[in-house]
C-alpha cells in the first residue's frame, strides 16, 4: 500500500487530530511497520464508543500496515480506584476485555499491564526518570485523562496514572500512541518528554469522542477545550448517556428514543453524530423508513444532506432516532451474538 492510501486509512472517521500531520507522513515513508497502541482501563462494561470509535481505527490502523496493540490497563484501574482496587475481579473483567477487542480486532496484539511491567527491564527506573519532568501542577491538568478533576478528593496514585501511560509508550516500543481526544494532554505530555530525553520521536493520533445522548452542557467561554470533550462524551456512569455494547435490540431503542435529539438543531446532537462518525463511515449509508406522506424511505450516503434535512425539518426526530437504533443494532449483531450470553453475568460481576 503506497503513502497517501495508508494516510487515507489512518485518517479516515471518526480520527480527529495527528499530532502531527508532516511527521506522520515521514514516519509512514520511512518505517515500514510503525507500531500503534491503545491502552483501555479496565472500568466495567465497555459502551460503543470504545469498539465503533476506537476499535475501528485500531482496524483502520491494521489495514494501513500498523502494527496495532491494545494495553488492558490493570494496574491503571486499580490506580484511578476503579473496581473498588478489587484484584480478583479486575482479572475477570480484563478476561472479558481480552476476549471482546480479540474478536473486534483481531489483528491487534493485546498486552496486559500486569504482564507488561514485570516483563519490561527497567520500566520503574523510566517511569520514575519520566516523572522528575513533570510538575504537580502539570500532572494535574492531566487528571482529565482519568476523568478527574483537581476538585474531586483524590489519591497519589491518580498523579502517577499518567506517568504510567508515558512509561507504557515506551515500554511498548510505541511510533503510534492512540486514544480519544481526552487523552490529548498526556500524549503531548509523552511527546515533549520523550524529545528532552532524546527518545524516539511518537506522532500521537486522536479519534472522536462518541457523544453523550443527554443534554451537551454549557460550557464557560474559556474552558479548556480537553474539559469540553471529556464532559460531551459517552460515559458510563452518566446513565441514559452510553450504550453497553452487549445491550439489547430493545434498550438500544429505549435509549435512543430518549437521547437528547431537538428538532432542527444539528449542533453537538448526538443522534445525528452518530451517523456522522460511526454509521456511514462503516455502512456507508443510513436508510430512514418513512411514511409516504412524510416524504417516503430515504438512503442518507453523505453526512451533509443529512444534517440540511433535519436542519430545515424536512426529517423529523422520530424517523432519524428509529433509523439510528435499527442500524447500530445491526452493526453490533454479530458482537451480541458472541457475547450475549456473558451479559447477565458480567453486569452482576460489575455491580457486586
Known amino acids: 500500500m503506497d503513502v497517501e492510501s495508508k494516510l487515507d486509512l489512518i485518517k479516515a472517521e ?26 483501555l482501563e479496565i472500568s466495567g462494561m465497555p459502551h460503543i464508543g470504545h469498539l465503533l470509535f476506537g476499535g475501528k481505527k485500531v482496524n483502520d490502523f491494521a489495514k ?6 491494545i494495553l488492558l490497563a490493570d494496574w491503571h484501574t486499580i490506580a484511578n480506584n476503579k473496581l473498588g482496587g478489587d484484584w480478583e475481579k479486575i482479572k475477570e473483567v480484563a478476561k472479558f476485555y481480552r476476549d471482546l477487542f480479540g474478536f473486534f480486532c483481531p489483528r491487534a496484539k493485546i498486552i496486559l499491564g500486569s504482564d507488561l511491567y514485570p516483563q519490561t527491564k527497567g520500566y520503574w527506573e523510566k517511569l520514575i526518570q519520566i516523572s522528575r519532568r513533570t510538575t504537580m501542577a502539570r500532572a494535574t491538568r492531566m487528571l482529565v485523562i482519568e476523568g478527574r478533576s483537581e ?6 496514585s491518580q498523579y502517577i ?3 504510567m501511560q508515558t512509561a507504557d509508550i515506551w515500554a511498548l516500543d510505541v511510533d503510534l500512541p492512540h486514544a480519544g481526544m481526552d487523552q490529548r494532554r498526556v500524549h503531548v505530555f509523552a511527546k515533549e518528554t520523550f524529545k528532552e530525553m532524546k527518545m524516539k520521536n511518537i506522532v500521537p493520533l486522536h479519534h472522536h469522542l462518541m457523544p453523550s445522548l443527554t443534554e451537551p452542557p454549557r460550557f464557560d467561554a474559556e474552558a479548556p477545550k480537553e ?14 448517556s452510553f450504550i453497553s455494547v452487549l445491550a439489547t435490540k430493545s434498550e438500544i431503542s429505549d435509549t435512543v428514543n430518549k437521547a437528547w435529539c431537538p428538532a432542527g438543531v444539528v449542533e ?32 442518507y450516503t453523505a453526512y451533509e444532506q443529512l444534517a440540511a434535512d433535519f436542519q430545515s425539518k424536512q426529517l423529523h426526530p422520530v424517523d432519524l432516532k ?18 450475549g450470553a456473558q451479559r447477565v453475568a458480567m453486569s452482576k460481576l460489575l455491580s457486586s
Open 322 to 339: 428509529s433509523a439510528t437504533s435499527a442500524a447500530l443494532a445491526g452493526r453490533r449483531k454479530p458482537i451480541t451474538d458472541k457475547f
Open 151 to 156: 476538585k474531586d478528593s483524590l489519591h497519589v
Open 268 to 299: 453537538n446532537n448526538p443522534v445525528l453524530l452518530l451517523s456522522k462518525y460511526v454509521i456511514l463511515p462503516i455502512s456507508g449509508a443510513l436508510h430512514v423508513e418513512r411514511k409516504s406522506e412524510h416524504g417516503g424511505d430515504i438512503d
Open 64 to 69: 494501513a500496515g500498523i502494527e496495532t496493540q
Open 161 to 163: 496514572y499518567p506517568i
Open 227 to 240: 474539559e469540553q470533550v471529556a464532559a460531551l462524551k459517552m460515559s458510563k456512569s452518566k446513565p441514559g
Open 14 to 39: 471518526p480520527l480527529e487530530e495527528v499530532i502531527t500531520e508532516p511527521e506522520l507522513r515521514s514516519m509512514l515513508e520511512t518505517n515500514s511497520k510503525p507500531k500503534h497502541y491503545i491502552g
